[in-house]
């Protein structure tokens, strides 16, 4: 069953499509039907920048389990990270 449900986010990072890297600003994510994986539903995230048009967008189909998993390996990962070292945040270092 589908939920009509999309959760959107505002994103600062990079994806690369067809036509290669672009900046990412927008995130949605819904339980729906895939368009090319091999189940009944699937967790579908998309990656996107509306203003460079369709052709700047990502697009994933994950099982339930898999999007799971993800998340986990995520939160592993920003864990053994120190904290920061990723943000989108400007570190000023005293010289």
């Known amino acids: 069953m589908c939920t009509y449900v999309t959760e959107k986010i505002e994103l600062d990072g990079a994806g690369k499509g067809g036509s290669g890297w672009f900046t990412l600003s927008e995130g949605a994510v ?3 039907h895939p368009y090319h994986a091999c189940h ?3 967790v579908n995230i998309d990656f996107t920048n509306p203003a460079d048009g ?3 967008r990502v697009a994933v189909e994950l099982t339930e389990e898999s999007a799971l998993a993800l998340i986990e ?5 920003l ?3 120190p904290a920061g070292l ?3 945040r400007r570190h000023v270092t005293s010289s």
């Open 30 to 32: 819904y339980v729906d």
């Open 40 to 42: 009944e539903h699937t």
């Open 54 to 56: 369709p052709s700047a």
């Open 73 to 77: 390996a995520i939160q592993k990962a």
């Open 79 to 81: 864990a053994a990270a």
């Open 86 to 88: 990723a943000s989108g």
